[in-house]
């Protein structure tokens, strides 16, 4: 004879007829967090988004153009893991269109930061009157745009161990590609646009993908964000 058993479970609820209403739900799924619970997963989450206000100033104009200076990046919270590479990419436009009207002249941060310029972790930027951007240390260069905060100190922090690629100027499209473990905190990048006069609305259509690395016994992870950000 077996003396064996069968272990019964159940797994619909009835009602007072004894007809299925719906089925209960897998163990464990019923269980509520704790407020404690929601509050270690909030403290522990990782941020990555796509920052989602510029800060655009009007640096000079002419005849036919406005000269803009404008910062875009990303927010970023890494309590745990890193960001093995990433790539931001600005679509600039003018009222909605791409066009020659509306064009990046300069991108910052370059490929090559040396050293020297960085100082507690902040970096002096000059804007030349070509609109093009130029570290600066000590005595002021010569062909500096005579606006007031030229230099101005860009928050760089430990992009100084990052490896940068910027496409270059003179574009409706500049990108950055950042590689290595500096990836954190407030990245930015900063702009010169010339915009001509005839156009009244600014914006850029961020697009960032980066691989984020979570830790030890952990895959990375290919994620990525996206937003239209007003510039002017």
């Known amino acids: 004879m077996d003396t064996g058993f069968i272990e019964l479970r159940p797994k619909y609820f009835l009602n007072e007829n004894w007809e299925i209403i719906e089925p209960i739900p897998p163990e464990g799924a019923l269980k509520a967090e704790t407020p404690e619970e929601d509050l270690k997963k909030w403290i522990e989450s990782t941020v990555i988004k796509v920052a989602e206000v510029a800060d655009t100033k009007v640096i000079s104009s002419d005849n036919q153009y406005d000269y803009l200076k404008s910062e875009l990046g990303m927010n970023i919270i890494l309590p745990k893991g890193r960001i093995e590479k990433m790539r931001f990419k600005i679509t600039l ?14 991108g910052f941060p370059k ?43 860009f928050k760089i922090g430990s992009l100084r161990r990052v490896n940068i690629d910027f496409s270059g100027g003179l574009t409706f499209f500049p990108e950055w590609f950042f590689k290595e473990d500096g990836i954190k905190n407030d990245l930015r990048v900063a702009l010169t646009i010339r915009k001509h006069k005839g156009v009244n609305r600014v914006e850029g259509d961020v697009v960032s993908a980066w691989i984020y690395d979570p830790g030890v016994l952990k895959k990375p992870i290919v994620q990525t964000d996206a937003g239209t950000i007003r510039i002017y």
Request: charged share 35%.
């Open 111 to 153: 490929d090559v930061i040396e050293e020297k310029y960085i100082i507690e972790g902040k970096i002096k930027v000059g804007i030349t009157k070509l609109f093009k951007f130029i570290p600066v240390i000590g005595k002021l260069p010569e062909g500096l745009l005579e606006i007031e905060l030229n230099p101005w100190e």
């Open 93 to 106: 436009k003018g009222d909605g269109y791409v066009s020659d009207k509306v064009v990046a002249i300069d």
